[in-house]
């Protein structure tokens, strides 16, 4: 079986960022008039697919660059460091792709098999709290209810995976179920203080119920537990799904902050510090103090989620070798990345907000890249998947040999629990 990270993928991830680079800058120029309308232009996807920043995660089987998740993590801090909201788009259509490689091979076929310009599928509310119901029926299942939310890049895939519950009697369930974009209507909602120009509407149906054929709906647990053939043969479709998912997110928070970081270096040379007789506040002290407090937040965060991603690929060539981790290990892991990301948005934000704070009344004005960077990365620290305290909690129970909460949907942790004898 082939390894996605002994393919030689080093070349294909610095053509990718030297591209991103090169955009960068328009990125940032476009960055406010995409606020505006609460979405990407067509041209910022079109050119963002250039790139190949929307095929990090796409199967090599597809042609895609099917990177690991180490270097994943890299494009989508390079792409949040111009834009928080292209970041957060670019990290949605890759970090979801494990959903459809769940769903078996005529589901990939369907999401990869044929040409698109911008990410190939968005995913809403694959937790318990969804107000999508399915039925099965012969042939398939009949589709109700919604609207699903948080459906980030909707408007630009050619399918929307929706999270609904069922139960065939024996107690209610999550299943996934995979519906073409023309089936489906965006909702204009995505009014929010952050991340505006993700395009996160919810989607609702076109009618009351729809009908969607057998193989384009999948028992979530299923997914979770990899037991469908996708005849792909790289590890990265047996990394932990949860460390794949969450330490890429990481990069949209590290991106974020390590641009505003060079944004305050460069419009601070030469600006007077107010109530000082600092005529450039490069020499003050008191911003030398700020740095060094800014940059050991951004550090913590970048060597805990690169270690996480190092990690999550260790644990797919490990599981595509035949020979898969403890499971108890595996749920301690997953826990860990959970409360870890959570640590490294926090900080993130807080060294973003330290720069806020020092860079004077101008740095509120709507031109002005920091601020935007201030409210994208606080807005990715409210994340439902990432309530901190909630998160430590589950962590800290597991480290005192306690179980941790059952609770269904993508960040479950249950399903790595031991097996009992």
Known sequence: MTSTATRNTTEQLASILDKVRELGPTLRARA???????????????????TGAFDIATPAEFGGAELSVRQQ???????????????????????????????????????????????????????????????????????????????????????T?????????????LVALQVPRERLRILDDWHVAGMKATGSDSVTLEGDELSVPDHQGVDFRRITAGTADSGLAGSLWKAPTLGWSFATMS???IGLAQGALERFLERSAGRPLRGTTYTNQLE?????????????????????????????????????AGSSADPKYMQLFSARVLVETAYAMKWCAEAIELLQRNSGSTAIMDFEPIQRSWRDARVITLHGALNLEALSENYGRLMAGIEPHKVAG????????????
């Open 73 to 159: 993590l890299d494009v989508v801090a390079e792409v949040s460091k111009w834009d928080g909201s292209a970041g957060w788009t670019v990290w949605a259509g890759a970090s979801i792709n494990w959903i459809p490689a769940g769903m078996g091979r005529r589901v990939l076929d369907e999401v990869f098999g044929s040409e698109w310009v911008g990410p190939r599928m968005a995913g809403s509310s694959h937790f318990p709290a969804s107000r999508g119901r399915a039925r099965k029926v012969d042939g398939g299942w009949i589709v109700s209810g919604g609207p699903w939310t948080f459906a980030t890049g909707a408007r630009w895939t050619p399918y």
């Open 32 to 50: 406010s008039e995409a606020e505006r309308t609460g979405r990407h232009s067509d041209e910022t996807i079109a050119d963002l697919d250039a």
């Open 251 to 253: 990069g949209m928070s």
């Open 284 to 320: 003050a002290p008191l911003t030398h103090l700020m740095l060094a407090e800014v940059h050991s937040k951004i550090q913590s965060a970048v060597l805990m989620t690169r270690a996480n991603a190092e990690e999550t690929d260790r644990l797919g060539e490990l599981a595509a």
């Open 161 to 173: 995976n929706l999270g609904c519950i069922a139960d065939d009697g024996e107690g209610p369930y």
């Open 410 to 421: 993508i960040t479950t942790l249950d399903r790595f629990a031991p097996a009992v004898s």
